[in-house]
């Protein structure tokens, strides 16, 4: 339950700031991004959409994506992506708690999105 809260408030996070931040806007304008968060079970996913400028968001784990960020569990998922940290997450793919499927460079290109969006 609780991861799939904190991917609905970072979706509405990023909504948000398309609406409101120049630079985030500036950003997204050209992209064509699906990204998908979500445990190894498929228990917990969401599919993060950006296109145009704009982002949209599907919950469940059947959606097409060029990358998805796979946790091994919701616990560890929403301990790591709270702390916000490159090292957390380093250890977490090290340790094979996090595994990434699809192309990184668009991992790459969301983790630079989260962050202009705060």
Same mark, same amino acid.
């Given at each position: %339950?609780?991861?799939?809260? =904190?991917?609905? =408030?970072? !979706?509405?996070?990023?909504?948000?700031?398309?609406?409101?931040?120049?630079?985030?806007?500036?950003?997204? @304008?050209? &992209?064509?991004?699906?990204?998908?968060?979500?445990?190894?079970?498929?228990?917990?996913?969401? =599919?993060?959409?950006?296109?145009?400028?704009?982002?949209?968001?599907?919950?469940?784990?059947?959606?097409?994506?060029?990358?998805?960020?796979?946790?091994?569990?919701?616990?560890? &998922? #929403?301990?790591? %992506?709270?702390? @916000?940290?490159?090292?957390?997450?380093? !250890?977490?793919?090290?340790?094979?708690?996090?595994?990434?499927?699809?192309?990184?460079? !668009?991992?790459?290109?969301?983790?630079?999105? #989260?962050?202009?969006?705060?």
């Amino acid at each position: %339950m609780r991861m799939s809260i =904190l991917l609905f =408030l970072i !979706y509405r996070m990023l909504w948000i700031s398309s609406k409101v931040n120049p630079r985030f806007k500036r950003f997204i @304008r050209k &992209a064509r991004v699906r990204l998908m968060i979500k445990t190894a079970d498929g228990r917990h996913a969401r =599919l993060f959409v950006f296109e145009n400028g704009r982002v949209s968001t599907a919950t469940g784990p059947d959606h097409r994506f060029d990358a998805a960020l796979v946790w091994q569990d919701p616990g560890t &998922a #929403v301990s790591v %992506m709270l702390k @916000r940290s490159q090292e957390a997450i380093f !250890y977490a793919a090290a340790e094979g708690k996090l595994k990434l499927e699809g192309m990184s460079v !668009y991992a790459l290109w969301f983790d630079e999105a #989260v962050k202009q969006a705060l």
